[in-house]
C-alpha cells in the first residue's frame, strides 16, 4: 500500500482548529531589585488565563505539517511572592504566536490520529498595568514615605523568543471533522520594569515557562 493511502492526511491539506486554549504559567521569579529597608526577596507569581484559540496545520507532506497557534490576547493577574506575599502587582496582556513543526502519525480511516511538534514562540507583552494595592505597599516603607510616597508606577515587560514543544491529537468524527486535544510546553523568560515617578526603577527577572492547554473543533479543507 503506498504511503498516500496509508496516512491520514495528504500533501497540500490545512487542518483548521477553533477552542479554547488556557496558559498555565510555570512561574519562576527573581528578586524584585532596588526595593529599600530589608525588603529584599520580593518576587512575583503569574496566574493562568483561557481564551479562544485559532490554529492551523498546512501538511507539507502526508507527516510534516507546519503549524501556527494563534490566539485572542491573553490577560495575566500579576501577584506578588516572599516579601510582597499576596499583594496584587498588576497585570498585562499578550500574544504568544508559534509555529511548530510536526509530524502526524495518524492513518487513513484511523480515529485517533496523533502528532507531536517542536517549533517557536515569540510573545510579544503590551497593556501593563499597575495595581494600586503595589503602590500602596511601596508606601508603607519608610524610605519611600520619607520622600513623599509613590503616586504612579509605569511597568514594562520585554519581549520574549524561546523553543516550544507540543503534542496532540485529532479524534475524527465525520468526514473532515475532528476533535482536538493539544498540549504545549513554551520557554517564556522575560524582565519587567516598574519605574516610579519618584525616579526609581526596579527591575525582576521572571521565567513564565507555561504549560499550554487547547480543545477544539477542527475541519480539513
Not at 75 to 88: K, L, N, R
Not at 108 to 127: A, C, I, K, R
Amino acid at each position: 500500500m503506498s504511503t498516500n493511502t496509508m496516512a491520514a492526511h495528504s500533501a497540500g491539506d490545512v487542518l483548521l482548529r477553533v477552542g479554547a486554549v488556557t496558559v498555565m504559567p510555570d512561574t519562576e521569579s527573581g528578586t524584585v531589585s532596588g526595593l529599600p529597608d530589608g525588603v529584599d526577596n520580593a518576587r512575583v507569581d503569574v496566574e493562568d488565563n483561557t481564551q479562544l484559540s485559532l490554529t492551523a496545520t498546512y501538511m507539507l507532506t502526508n507527516n510534516l505539517g507546519i503549524e501556527l497557534l494563534g490566539a485572542t490576547p491573553f490577560t495575566h493577574d500579576i501577584v506578588g511572592e516572599g516579601d510582597i506575599e499576596g499583594v496584587a502587582v498588576g497585570e498585562t496582556q499578550h500574544l504568544p504566536p508559534t509555529v511548530s513543526l510536526q509530524y502526524h502519525f495518524g492513518r487513513e480511516d484511523g480515529v485517533f490520529n496523533p502528532y507531536v511538534g517542536v517549533g517557536l514562540n515569540v510573545t510579544v507583552f503590551f497593556s501593563e498595568e499597575v495595581d494600586g494595592q503595589l503602590i500602596d505597599t511601596l508606601n508603607t516603607l519608610p524610605t519611600i514615605a520619607a520622600l513623599g510616597g509613590v503616586n504612579s508606577v509605569d511597568m514594562e515587560l520585554d519581549p520574549s523568543v524561546g523553543l516550544a514543544a507540543q503534542a496532540g491529537v485529532d479524534v475524527k468524527v465525520a468526514e473532515n471533522w475532528y476533535v482536538n486535544a493539544a498540549v504545549w510546553y513554551i520557554d517564556i523568560g522575560t524582565t519587567a520594569e516598574l519605574t516610579t515617578d519618584l525616579g526609581t526603577t526596579h527591575e525582576v527577572d521572571v521565567d513564565i515557562d507555561p504549560w499550554v492547554v487547547n480543545v477544539a473543533v477542527a475541519y480539513k479543507f
